[in-house]
């Protein structure tokens, strides 16, 4: 009895320190998606309030309904089109956007709360979804290297290494050598610890100034500018029914692929279901509290990395989100270089399945290589989703194979190359 009791208490601390890991591996969207809004006309602090609450409320929606350790976040990424394409360039007010993205929730919702969910599952070979994983590890790495200063552009080679002695790339190299060496002692709470030390290294390193946190400048009461502010008065236009079909078909297919990976790692893929659904109603409540689409965080990594597999991560991470409306002062300390060494890692993690993927015919791995290489490479996780679900049924047409298309992946493939060209006349590059 008293070992059984010892074991649960062990359970609890390791799913406690787990949600603590992903709320800080992914506070940063808290700050960079109120930076992006910003620029689409939603006030800083509005934008972080809209975001913390959808954050918390859909995340405990997710530990509740489905007992699954997964945060839900505005989707980086995502949020640039929201901002730069359909308000920007599109012409649609902000308050138009966010009801389109309310739109979409419903739309998504339809779709995960029908046979749908299972058509499309089965209807996708399992090494495209595998490779999206691998994709997408590799969209997280560059993000990390590209932040930690250690791959900067360049006009010649596009890219080239960094300057590893700069303080904020030194501080990401040694943050990430902390992470992997307690990953591989298989210390409990590594991550954390890592996170933690890293930015305490950056006060001595002179990075980051505790005498500049004030607490005085946030906004809470900014919400009330962005909650119900959607707007449905030309839902019947054009430009809004193609904002609608690019966010619905971006919020399914990346929410399904990333879900998919952290569904295989905690061993749960055939309860896929119910946090797809969460995953769909979370962007119902973003068009509600004011921010953009959002999807189960690719971070969760680094949750399941430290051992989460149920609810009781989850509800931390929500109620940490909730405190980190008093705490965003404080929460900006943590430096670019730890946050980017944490991505890295990840990264290093989704990659890491590549391995477990069944080798399928060559038209398979070629399928998987534009999957797995064009999401980093256009900076976009549905354009490499898109790209591998065309080139794979195209091949299968050409070679006499194309019985072993399903004729939902058929479906799938006419409505990626449409959106194409929606995307195309409008204008719309992202």
Not at 282 to 311: D, L, M, R, W
Request: proline letters at 2%.
């Amino acid at each position: 009895m008293r070992n059984t009791l010892e074991n649960k208490n062990q359970i609890i601390k390791t799913e406690v320190l787990a949600g603590c890991t992903t709320f800080v591996a992914s506070v940063y969207i808290i700050l960079t998606n109120a930076l992006i809004l910003s620029d689409a006309g939603i006030s800083q602090d509005a934008a972080m309030m809209a975001t913390i609450f959808t954050c918390a409320l859909s995340t405990i929606l997710m530990g509740v309904v489905s007992n699954t350790p997964f945060i839900v976040v505005p989707g980086m990424g995502i949020n640039s089109l929201f901002t730069y394409t359909i308000v920007n360039s599109m012409g649609l007010s902000w308050q138009e956007a966010l009801g389109a993205v309310f739109v979409s929730g419903i739309i998504f919702t339809i779709i995960a709360s029908t046979n749908l969910t299972k058509i499309l599952l089965k209807s996708i070979p399992n090494t495209l979804k595998h490779a999206i994983t691998v994709g997408v590890g590799f969209f997280i790495l560059f993000i990390g290297l590209q932040k930690s200063g250690l791959v900067v552009s360049n006009s010649a080679t596009i890219l080239s290494l960094g300057n590893i002695t700069n303080k904020e790339a030194l501080l990401s190299i040694i943050t990430l050598i902390f992470i992997l060496v307690l990953h591989i002692k298989n210390i409990n709470g590594g991550l954390l610890i890592s996170i933690i030390c890293g930015t305490i290294l950056s006060l001595f390193m002179g990075i980051t100034d505790i005498s500049s946190i004030s607490f005085s400048s946030f906004n809470i009461g900014a919400i009330k500018d962005v909650f119900l502010a959607m707007s449905l008065k030309n839902v019947l236009t054009v430009p809004f029914i193609v904002a609608v079909f690019s966010i619905t078909i971006v919020i399914v297919f990346e929410n399904m692929g990333i879900l998919y990976g952290q569904m295989d790692a905690i061993g749960k893929v055939k309860e896929f279901e119910r946090p797809f659904k969460i995953a769909a109603i979370s962007n119902i409540i973003a068009g509600v509290f004011g921010t953009s689409p959002t999807i189960v965080a690719a971070e969760n990594f680094s949750g399941i990395s430290q051992g989460a597999k149920s609810k009781v991560a989850a509800f931390t991470s929500a109620i940490l989100f909730l405190l980190s409306i008093f705490l965003i002062p404080a929460l900006k300390i943590i430096p670019n270089g730890v946050i980017s060494s944490v991505l890295i890692f990840v990264g290093i993690l989704m990659i890491q399945t590549f391995f477990d993927i069944e080798r399928g015919d060559s038209i398979d791995s070629i399928a998987m290589i534009i999957i797995i290489v064009m999401i980093p490479f256009t900076y976009n996780i549905v354009n490499g989703i898109s790209l591998g679900f065309i080139v794979y049924t195209v091949l299968k047409v050409l070679t006499g194979k194309y019985k072993d298309v399903s004729v939902s992946m058929y479906l799938l493939t006419a409505l990626f190359i449409l959106s194409f060209i929606m995307n195309i006349s409008m204008g719309i590059v992202h």
